[in-house]
């Protein structure tokens, strides 16, 4: 048979010198969902915006249902009858479903009229399941749906060859379900699916093969009844890995961090942490599970000082924090290191300059003059300490890995030897290697009697770390406590905003 | 890492202006070196062709001058020829007037004198001090020219370092008489009067009797102005018997056109039928308001030009410019260079010198076709311009008014009378209350008016 | 040779490269126009340098309220404030030296009160920026034209020479400033006082927690929060350096320079404005700006001289050295440029 996508030998080497890709060959056969896998940095979003026409491959051929194919742009690769979901989707939030829709339908088809577009809309919903209300203003809807609205759009531009990247990342564990459901309804209408991910389970469930990549080149193309988790792990990242570390006791002692009754308002003015109110003892972890937006980074931006406390109380140790500046929150112990790198790190500074974001006082002389040799042995610390690979101090940390950038800011806070930490989203985007140091490295401070709120939508995450759980719903906590009393099923539940019990 | 970071991109700079330095100085000293003869024939070309036009002009030109610029040349050939700086205002050539008159009067001497003229425009008062410093250290020049009463201050600050060098101050002074200085003053006494006379004649013509200006800053050289124009008005009210009203109004400033066209309408609004711009830019703006008043059909009302000949502005409704001969100041300035004739102090140019008056058509004419190769006169010709001004001079300037000016030019070149030039605020509002209740001598230094 | 120093070498020979192509792209955009109006390119280039340079007096001089204007848009720069307000900075500092040295004859007392109006100017337009959320480039060019009119009424009407009415009271002998003797020549004081503004803006910028916070807050204001700095505080702290720093420009340049302000308020106009150029030029990086602002004066003064020697008209040499500027400080406005694209493109 004839395979609907063939890409033969592609090799991507960016203007900087930046290799991506080694000379990737694919091959995806029609009516199959293709899994492709791989740690981050391995090429696979690379590839797939290759194949959408958005990036030049820098040589190498492309195939599409037997025709060899050179696009210019995504334009070209939309009318070979290619579609790509991303993680961050391309909808107007303030506009309906219908005109987004109809937006990127004229973009194509500029005859095409609102009530044809509509009809069609409709027949397509009722054949593949993926219900939205045409309707409904975009923001309103909940993430999950405006996910079918970014398929739904791609479909009636007469996609035959879909592509989501990490399409579960942003969604509750049922919705993922109902996405994995829907995808196996297109495989029935004959549209192949390319189904980004690096995680494990997923391809286990809605793939009939997997290919898996590592640093821009193919490890093996492998049936999905025919594999197993264990060996889709070995493949990907080369080793074979300890998915479980050891988990010390707990040893918990006084709480330095409380939260009692608090609520914050997000950017929008609205209400996003409703009335919560936790603790965290020397020595322990407690996990914040929940799906994004629920008002976890919130929280944390709170009780770091960066965002208003509405109403409530916020302590560490004894000291009513509330009301005070972040730096003053920072001088009496607490630490913050907060999910986005792009945040927690100037980008166009370099090493030693980001070590001292947080530590600047404990760099200046008595004249407020900053001791750059000592500020430099610090950063050395840290690059030594946390295993930073980097070939100079004085490199913009914009040039390091986004795990060697996670090293440096969870480092730095570390040096400061605080008494508390509020870690988010510590291993996001990071690889294999990577997530088991950042992992290691904070259940070796609980050791050390620190006490650490630790904000992550890795269940797993949550799982391994964790001695106290709470999971956040709509700005609430839905439950609390011992990690034992948590399966994975139940988090999932909770964090689907379903109590259970 | 910061400081090694900030010294080595120091450095990297460093070393870049200095590879552009190296490579342009090396292109300079090759193109010096591999072509040493070819500035040469260029210049004796220019020399020869300047000495054959001088040479013309000499025979068409009056018998003395022929012989000076004879025996300059045959007595010593070997003497280098005479060069001359022009230092133009800030801003330079292409403003219609001073600097523009300047260029002109700097050509004359070129073609007539056979003198070598080079121009120069600075970028601000600042850069005055060290260019003439640059200049006269130079010994390149005979004579600096310099135009505009910016230069005053820079030069009585480097006159005194340089004594070989010959500097001429155009339309201002220093105040310190020095023999390598001559600044050249225009007595604009003498032209405002005879505009006066016009324009009070015109404001009857039109039906009215009320003349004004519009003036720039209360400095000394607009005390002249308004001297001899409400000494002319006055005169024509002598002369005559008619009432004239005169309005004078200091703007405060010569570079904003706006305070102009609202000064001037609250004139035309009192009755105003002729206005007289002296402020510069300001009094383009005086100029607009006129055109509206007109075209909007309120009255009719004329404007007059001040310095270079205006009328192109608005023929229909300017008719007339005062003249203040930067030209002649500066072919006076080189001409006495030439001639050996080289005097310091003040010199002072009226209408006898014709270096103050009113422009006659060619006047027009020049500037009109000045503005046309600019593209600043549009939609006509500088021939139709010349037309409109002739036939508007012939239809609204009575003879009458044309024998009162006349007769009061001859008893000024004559030197039958002369103006005074007031010296402080106190004595120019004094000459002006005087002349107000129509004591018209009180503005006179010499002779008296019965 | 080790990495790092292997890769440091890398970075200065790019550096050194970059301006090296973009000023030979420069003079050869310049030699294209100049040849094709019949000029001989390198008679001009040679006049403009060799001209320029022939004054190191004058040269200096001419570079010194352009080194501060070149630091008072690149300090706020830095804490991503775009400072265009140079000029009215440099008018108030320039204004308030004229009148305190006329009054008491003090010359550190006239350069104080200069620095200081300035920076108070600069802060007012940052704190209008930080606390009300008024965009600094229009309340900066407004305070320019309000500045530049009350001056003008000032000299024209209150401070007028009555010796020379078409420039204002001269700054008293005593208020002046010199020439700094030193072995081997001497130095214009008002240059040597600039470079030391400028070492001390370096030493703010880069070995002080201020000048820290000031780049954080400039490169990414979310980190400047996270970090626990007040961005507002920066942006108002950078606008009073910025602002004293041409307040100070200001007055060198009445101190030790022209003494006085011409009616035609040529003295000071543009300054500011070619401080952007300056800045720009010297990589927004102090010691760079005391680089860039003598190759600005050189190429102004060198270009004056263009049109005693070649006759050309003047315009000609202000096109060239707006080629030659443009061209040098692309490579560093291209950096910014594609910065803001990516940060834009990240949000999509």
Known sequence: MQPAIMMKNIKKVYPDGVIALRGVSLEVMPGEIHGLLGENGAGKTTLMRILYGEIKPSSGEIWVFGRKVSFRGPWDAIKAGIGMVYQKFALVQSFTVMDNIMLSVSSINRKATYSDVANSAKRLMKKTGLEVPLDAVVEDLPVGIQQRVEILKTLLRNAKVLILDEPTSVLTPVEAEELFKTLKSLREMGIVVIFITHKLKEVMEVTDRITVLRKGRVVGTVKTSETTPAELAKMMVGREVFLKIERPPAIAGNTVLKVKDVWVKDDRGLDAVRGVTLEVREGEILGIAGVQGNGQTELAEAVAGLRPVAKGKIYVGDIDVTDKPTSFRYRIGLAYVPDSRSVGLVMDMNITENVILTNLLSVLSRYRKIRWGYAREVAHRVVKGFDVITPSLSAPIKYLSGGNQQKVMVGREIVREPKAFVVAEPTHGLDVGATEFIRKTLASLKTKGKAIMLISTDLDEILQLSDRIAVMYEGKVMAVGPASEFTLERLGLLMGGVSGE | MNVKKAISTGAAITITIVIILAVAAGAWWWYTMSTPSQPKPAATTTSSSTTTTSVTTATSSSTTTSTTTQTATTTSPAKKKVRVAVLFDVGGRGDLSFNDMAYLGAERAQKELGVEVNFLTPKSLNDMVPLLEQLASSNKYDLLVLIGFLWTGPLNKTADKFPNQKFALIDSTTGVVRPNEMDLLFREQESSALIGILAAAMAYQLGGNTVGAVAGMDIPPLWKFHIGYLFGVKYFEMKTGKKVNFLWQYTGTFGDPQVGYTTAMQMLQQGAKVLYGLAGLTHIGMFNAVIDWNNEGKGKAFAIGEDASQEWYAPQYIPLSGAKRVDVAVYTAIKDVVDNQWKGGIVTLGLKEGGVGIWDLDGVKTFAELAYQTHQLKNMTPDEVVQIVKNLREKYIPQSAWQLVNELKQKIESGEITFKTPTTHDEYTHIIQELMKGNLNAALAKGSIS | ?348
């Not at chain 3, 990495?3 to 970075?11: D, G, L, P, S, T």
């Not at chain 3, 200096?60 to 265009?84: C, D, E, H, Q, R």
């Not at chain 3, 006082?193 to 803006?201: E, S």
């Not at chain 3, 543009?270 to 150029?277: E, H, K, N, T, Y």
């Open chain 3, 1 to 348: 040779m080790s990495k790092e120093v292997r890769i440091r070498y890398a970075h200065y020979l790019t550096i050194v490269l970059e301006l090296a192509i973009s000023a030979v792209t420069g003079f050869m955009a310049g030699a294209i126009i100049l040849w094709s109006l019949g000029y001989n390119p390198w008679y001009i280039y040679g006049i403009m340098i060799s001209m320029g340079i022939s004054n190191p007096d004058y040269l200096l001089s001419k570079a010194t309220p352009l080194l501060l204007t070149g630091l008072a848009f690149s300090v706020p720069m830095l804490a991503g404030v775009f400072n265009i307000g140079g000029e009215g900075q440099l008018y108030i500092g320039a204004i308030t030296s004229l009148v305190i040295a006329y009054y008491t004859g003090n010359a550190v007392l006239a350069l104080l009160g200069g620095f200081l109006a300035g920076a108070a100017l600069g802060g007012a337009i940052g704190a209008l920026k930080a606390f009300r959320d008024v965009n600094e480039v229009v309340s900066a060019i407004m305070l320019n034209w309000i500045l530049y009119f009350s001056i003008l009424y000032l000299i024209v009407d209150k401070l007028y020479n009555p010796l020379m009415p078409q420039q204002s009271v001269p700054v008293p002998p005593s208020a002046q400033i010199g020439i700094i003797p030193f072995p081997g020549g001497g130095i214009h004081g008002i240059f040597f006082i600039a470079v030391v503004a400028a070492l001390v803006t370096h030493y703010l910028i880069y070995y002080t927690d201020l000048g820290y916070v000031l780049r954080v807050s400039g490169l990414s204001p979310k980190s400047a929060s996270y970090a626990g700095f007040n961005p507002k505080k920066s942006i108002v702290y950078s606008m009073i350096i910025g602002g004293g720093l041409a307040g100070l420009g200001g007055a060198l340049l009445i101190q030790g320079y022209v003494h006085s302000i011409d009616t035609t308020m040529s003295t000071l106009y543009g300054l500011g404005f070619l401080g952007i150029g300056v800045g720009l030029l010297g990589w927004n990086n102090p010691l760079g700006i005391i680089l860039s602002s003598v190759f600005f004066a050189m190429l102004i003064i060198g270009g004056e001289m263009v049109e005693l020697t070649a006759g050309a008209p003047p315009e000609l040499a202000d096109t060239i050295i707006g080629i030659i500027v443009i061209a040098l400080a692309l490579p560093y406005a291209y950096k910014i440029l594609i910065n803001y694209v990516r940060r834009w493109r990240e949000r999509i």
